[in-house]
C-alpha cells in the first residue's frame, strides 16, 4: 500500500549520542515534513521541504538536522541528543500545496534520551 | 498566542450522543482547514477537510465560520469506535502557506 515509511519504530539513546530517523514515501509528493509531538504541545514542525534538493526551518530546529536525499526520502538527524529531545517523531508528506487530502503520516518513532 | 487552540477535553459522552468540538485559530488568511483523527500511540489520519459551505461525511459535520476565526466538528451518533484525540488543522500565514499547524487536540471517550 502507498504510503509513508519511518525506521526505527523505537529507539532509546544516551545523552550526547547520534542516530538519523528515516523517512520515505511512495505517493510521489513533492514536499515533506517533520514533526514533533509532545503532550499537551500538539504536532509542532522541526523542517520541511518542499521539494527535493530544499529544506527549510520550521518551529522548532534547533538540535537538528535534515536532508532529502531524493523526491522519496526525507531523513532526520540530532548529532547530539538532550533529554529534551525525548519524544515522538513523525515523518509526513503532501502534494505541494497541501490539497484537500492534507498530510499523509508515518507510524512514528518513539524516542527516549537517559 | 498559538496559531490553533483547542479544549484539550476529555469530552465522556454516552453510545449514541451528539458531540461537537470547536477549534480557533489565529490567522485569518488561512485558507485550509482540516480535522484529522488520531488513536492512543498511533499517526494522525485524515477525518476530513473542512470547506466554506461546511461539508457532511456520514455522522460526521464540519463547519467553518471565518468572521468569528472558528471550525467545528459535530459527532452524531457516537459510536465506542469514535473513542480519539481530535486535531484541528490549519495552514499559515505569508511564506509559511503551505505549513500546517496544528492544535494539541480534543480528546473523546465513548462509554457504553
Known amino acids: 500500500n502507498a504510503g509513508v515509511t519511518q525506521t526505527p519504530k523505537f529507539q532509546v539513546l544516551k545523552t550526547g549520542q547520534s542516530m538519523t530517523l528515516q523517512c520515505a514515501q511512495d505517493?510521489?509528493?513533492?514536499?515533506m515534513y517533520w514533526y514533533r509531538q509532545d503532550p499537551g504541545m500538539g504536532l509542532r514542525l522541526i523542517y520541511y521541504?518542499?521539494?527535493?534538493?530544499?529544506?527549510d526551518k520550521g518551529e522548532v530546529p534547533n538540535g537538528y538536522n535534515v536532508s532529502r536525499l531524493n523526491k522519496r526520502e526525507f531523513s532526520l538527524r540530532l548529532e547530539s541528543a538532550a533529554p529534551s529531545q525525548t519524544s515522538v517523531y513523525f515523518c509526513?508528506?503532501?502534494?505541494?500545496?497541501?490539497?484537500?487530502?492534507?498530510?499523509?503520516f508515518g507510524s512514528g518513532t518513539r524516542l527516549t534520551v537517559v | 498566542r498559538k496559531e490553533v487552540e483547542q479544549d484539550p477535553g476529555p469530552f465522556n459522552v454516552p453510545e449514541g450522543a451528539t458531540v461537537a468540538f470547536n477549534c480557533t485559530y489565529s490567522n485569518s488568511a488561512s485558507q485550509s482547514f482540516f480535522w484529522y483523527r488520531q488513536d492512543c500511540r498511533k499517526e494522525p489520519k485524515l477525518l476530513m477537510s473542512v470547506y466554506s459551505s461546511g461539508n457532511e461525511d456520514g455522522r460526521f459535520t464540519a463547519q467553518l465560520n471565518r468572521a468569528s476565526q472558528y471550525i467545528s466538528l459535530l459527532i452524531r451518533d457516537s459510536k465506542l469506535s469514535d473513542s480519539a484525540t481530535y486535531l484541528c488543522?490549519?495552514?499559515?500565514?505569508?511564506?509559511?502557506?503551505?505549513?500546517?499547524?496544528f492544535g494539541s487536540g480534543t480528546k473523546l471517550n465513548v462509554k457504553p
Open positions: 521541504s518542499a521539494s527535493e534538493g530544499t529544506t
Open positions: 509526513a508528506s503532501s502534494e505541494t500545496p497541501p490539497g484537500p487530502r492534507g498530510y499523509t
Open positions: 505517493m510521489n509528493h513533492n514536499s
Open positions: 488543522v490549519v495552514n499559515g500565514r505569508g511564506d509559511n502557506f503551505n505549513k500546517f499547524y
